[in-house]
């Protein structure tokens, strides 16, 4: 090969190279961009995941479920309460079973 043949070959090459470097770094910016994008995305779904956690803490507090035990089922507290003690059971010969 001649010696423009080499320079052809050469030239050939470091062009392809330097479009090569620029299509790289067009992706790794894309891709970057792309990252932002989802750690932004995570982090409004994180916020809301600790606004719900709290909804639902706060939801499950006594004084609301006895609210809305009240309101919603029309519920009441008992007036009285009665205790009525069952008698043990009987195993199969019939003692009573250890506890």
């Given at each position: 090969m001649r010696r423009g043949h080499w320079l052809l070959l050469?030239?050939?090459?470091?062009?392809?190279?330097?479009?090569?470097?620029?299509?790289?770094?067009?992706?790794?910016?894309?891709?970057?961009?792309?990252?932002?994008?989802?750690?932004?995305?995570?982090?409004?779904?994180?916020?809301?995941?600790?606004?719900?956690?709290?909804?639902?803490g706060t939801l499950l507090t006594q004084a609301n479920v006895e609210t809305t035990a009240r309101r919603k089922l029309d519920m009441v507290m008992p007036e009285a309460i009665r205790m009525i003690r069952l008698p043990e059971p009987e195993t199969a010969n019939g003692a009573k079973r250890e506890q």
């Open positions: 050469l030239s050939i090459l470091v062009i392809g190279s330097g479009m090569s470097v620029i299509y790289v770094k067009h992706q790794s910016r894309v891709l970057f961009s792309e990252l932002r994008e989802l750690q932004r995305r995570q982090d409004e779904e994180m916020i809301q995941w600790s606004r719900l956690q709290l909804q639902m």
